[in-house]
């Protein structure tokens, strides 16, 4: 089997994951899901969350858990809508880009000089960065009437087609190269992944973690820079969050990594990261769906997500055992042939 063909089966078997979600929502409600129209709009519903998964993937891999992460995205897309009025495309993406990696360097020095747990340094962030949207949007609304009503800042009209099809795909096609590129030939990625395999052997073979941690905040800030202009282009304004509620932003991503990751042995991190996604935007899509309440939704999604967080820890003992049943069998055949 040549190599081509081995790596075509390969993603075969790991679009059998959404496809069978699919499946079962085509059973249970065939009227709502079974026409194209369904499948795309599962799909474009999947390209935010996997461009987030894609900036939150490097600090993840290296130990970080970043919950200022959607805080810093609705800055960071406000800055985009403003820059898109005054600057069209080159504008929104220059705001987005300078916003999200000045807020995103802020995070990571306050982690790498004060060496408090990431999760702490990123509720206070939070915070902070939620209340300081509050305030930019009540002052555009005072200010700038035309494009703020005091609650959202709309994103400009003639550049809402970045966040349709098929548009949007593209873009995404565009920044999954991106992300490989960065995730399989920068200093940075190969550093996280160590750093986060084993910091005291990352230090003892001269790399120094905070540095690194540091410089995963900066690089996935791109991402999340790209991932806000897609969101405000797609709802057509942003709105400011409020009581932490951003937080939940990074859940689905962070879900998608780590299906990415369990992913690698058949694919790229890059498309397993967006075939997590779409896994979970067939459920949620099913789920609404289904009619069912915002309970039973919050149950299930925090059903799931212990479920993929628990993944990789029995994908390591089922590995583990693996090997012990064939360190115990090749035993067994050298005390055989001894006799």
Same mark, same amino acid.
């Given at each position: 089997?040549?190599?081509?063909?081995?790596?075509?089966?390969?993603?075969?078997?790991?679009?059998?994951?959404?496809?069978?979600?699919?499946?079962?929502?085509?059973? +249970?409600?065939?009227?709502?899901?079974?026409?194209?129209?369904?499948?795309?709009?599962?799909?474009? =519903?999947?390209?935010?969350?996997?461009?987030?998964?894609?900036?939150?993937?490097?600090?993840?891999?290296? $130990?970080?858990?970043?919950?200022?992460?959607?805080?810093?995205?609705?800055?960071?897309?406000?800055?985009?809508?403003? /820059?898109?009025?005054?600057?069209?495309?080159?504008?929104?993406?220059?705001?987005?880009?300078?916003?999200?990696?000045?807020?995103?360097?802020?995070?990571?020095?306050?982690?790498?000089?004060?060496?408090?747990?990431?999760?702490?340094?990123?509720?206070?962030? =939070?915070?902070?960065?939620?209340?300081?949207?509050?305030? +930019?949007? *009540?002052?555009?609304?005072?200010?700038?009437?035309?494009?703020?009503?005091?609650?959202?800042?709309?994103?400009?009209?003639? @550049?809402?087609?970045?966040?349709?099809?098929?548009?949007?795909?593209?873009?995404?096609?565009?920044?999954? %190269?991106?992300?490989?590129?960065?995730?399989?030939?920068?200093?940075?990625?190969?550093?996280?992944?160590?750093?986060?395999?084993?910091?005291?052997?990352? *230090?003892?073979? /001269?790399?120094?973690?905070?540095?690194?941690?540091?410089?995963?905040?900066?690089?996935?800030?791109?991402? @999340? &820079?790209?991932?806000?202009?897609?969101?405000?282009?797609?709802?057509?304004?942003?709105?400011?969050?409020? =009581?932490?509620?951003?937080?939940?932003?990074?859940?689905?991503?962070?879900?998608?990594?780590?299906?990415?990751?369990?992913?690698?042995? @058949?694919?790229?991190?890059?498309?397993?990261?967006?075939?997590?996604?779409?896994?979970?935007? %067939?459920?949620?899509?099913?789920?609404?769906?289904? /009619?069912?309440?915002?309970?039973?939704?919050?149950?299930?999604?925090?059903?799931?997500?212990?479920?993929?967080? &628990?993944?990789?820890?029995?994908?390591?003992?089922?590995?583990?055992?693996?090997?012990?049943?064939?360190?115990?069998?090749?035993?067994?055949? =050298?005390?055989? $042939?001894?006799?």
């Amino acid at each position: 089997m040549n190599k081509v063909t081995s790596k075509l089966l390969n993603l075969l078997k790991a679009c059998l994951i959404p496809t069978a979600l699919y499946l079962v929502l085509l059973i +249970l409600i065939p009227d709502r899901v079974g026409n194209l129209d369904s499948i795309l709009s599962m799909l474009s =519903l999947a390209v935010v969350p996997t461009i987030v998964a894609y900036g939150v993937h490097f600090g993840f891999v290296s $130990g970080i858990m970043d919950f200022s992460v959607g805080s810093r995205m609705v800055l960071s897309g406000m800055c985009a809508c403003l /820059g898109g009025y005054y600057g069209g495309v080159v504008g929104m993406i220059a705001a987005a880009l300078v916003s999200s990696l000045l807020l995103s360097a802020i995070v990571g020095g306050l982690f790498a000089g004060l060496k408090i747990p990431s999760i702490v340094i990123s509720f206070g962030s =939070l915070m902070v960065f939620e209340i300081g949207a509050v305030y +930019l949007v *009540r002052w555009c609304g005072q200010a700038l009437p035309d494009i703020s009503t005091g609650q959202y800042i709309k994103a400009p009209e003639n @550049l809402l087609f970045l966040g349709a099809r098929p548009w949007n795909f593209i873009i995404l096609a565009l920044i999954a %190269v991106l992300f490989d590129v960065a995730n399989r030939k920068t200093k940075i990625a190969t550093q996280a992944r160590v750093v986060g395999s084993d910091e005291l052997i990352a *230090r003892n073979i /001269g790399i120094k973690p905070m540095r690194v941690k540091f410089s995963t905040y900066v690089l996935g800030s791109v991402f @999340l &820079a790209l991932a806000s202009i897609q969101s405000a282009c797609y709802s057509s304004a942003v709105g400011y969050s409020q =009581l932490m509620t951003s937080a939940s932003m990074v859940f689905r991503p962070m879900m998608a990594v780590i299906i990415g990751i369990s992913m690698a042995g @058949l694919v790229r991190h890059s498309v397993g990261i967006f075939l997590g996604s779409l896994c979970l935007s %067939v459920m949620f899509t099913g789920i609404i769906a289904l /009619g069912w309440p915002d309970s039973l939704q919050n149950i299930f999604l925090g059903v799931f997500l212990t479920a993929v967080l &628990a993944l990789p820890t029995v994908q390591r003992f089922l590995a583990d055992a693996k090997r012990r049943r064939a360190a115990k069998k090749h035993f067994a055949g =050298l005390a055989a $042939g001894t006799k």
